[in-house]
């Protein structure tokens, strides 16, 4: 099931709620309980190639997540 965001007209709470489309209906503001909610657009994170991405500087060097130490590669 996936998180969305919301946030109720009544109130203006913003939250997330882990729901099935067929509990969209039944959805109410945990704040006030008011049914008149709006779906947010959510952010969500995409992966990249290794190659694809400059790793920060703060990060240990050695080509890996942690320099090289933790076995990851």
């Known amino acids: ?10 109130c203006e709470t913003q939250f997330e709620q ?3 489309d067929s509990e969209a209906l039944l ?5 006030c309980g008011a049914q008149e909610v709006n779906r947010l657009l ?3 994170a995409t992966g ?7 790793a920060p500087a ?3 060097t ?11 590669h």
């Open 42 to 44: 959510s952010v969500f």
């Open 48 to 54: 990249t190639s290794a190659g694809s991405a400059a």
């Open 18 to 20: 882990l729901i099935r």
């Open 27 to 31: 959805l109410r503001c945990p704040r």
């Open 58 to 60: 703060d990060l240990p």
């Open 1 to 10: 099931m996936p998180i969305y965001e919301y946030r109720c007209q009544k």
């Open 62 to 72: 050695g080509g890996h997540c942690c320099g090289g130490t933790c076995g990851c």
